[in-house]
């Protein structure tokens, strides 16, 4: 095997695929959601695909936006909607709709 070869072999051992890391990123964003909101939402289903929940939330990550980031709009929003009529909409679909994201991220500034 050509030393190249070798080299590129060896950089690429340890090195987790992104879908992975971003799967692992809003699993850790739906933990802290779960702690806050009293919810149970979970980044797969049952054969290991990414649920809804998980998937917006890769949506923005995909865009830019940082896991803290959108760990900060869910505590926000959850200190902000906990024991209101709003509280049902403590949901990855709602928080981290593209339509949404921005504006909830901006109070948290």
Same mark, same amino acid.
Request: charged share 30%.
């Given at each position: 095997?050509?030393?190249?070869?070798?080299?590129?072999?060896?950089s690429l051992?340890?090195?987790e &695929? +992104?879908?992975?890391?971003l799967i692992r990123?809003?699993?850790r964003?739906l933990? #802290?959601?779960?702690?806050k909101?009293? *919810?149970?939402f979970?980044?797969k289903? &049952? +054969?290991g695909?990414p649920?809804?929940a998980a998937s917006?939330?890769?949506?923005? #990550?995909?865009?830019g936006?940082?896991e *803290?980031?959108?760990?900060q709009v869910f505590?926000?929003m959850c200190?902000?909607?906990?024991g209101?009529?709003l509280?049902?909409n #403590?949901?990855?679909?709602?928080?981290c709709r593209r339509?949404?994201?921005e504006?909830?991220l901006a109070?948290?500034?």
């Open positions: 095997m050509p030393e190249e070869s070798k080299i590129m072999q060896l051992v340890g090195v &695929p +992104k879908e992975d890391k990123m809003a699993e964003c933990e #802290l959601l779960n702690e909101s009293g *919810q149970k979970n980044a289903n &049952p +054969k695909i649920t809804a917006i939330i890769i949506d923005r #990550l995909n865009e936006y940082t *803290q980031q959108i760990k505590a926000r200190r902000e909607w906990s209101t009529e509280q049902r #403590l949901a990855p679909t709602t928080l339509s949404n994201f504006k909830y109070k948290c500034v």
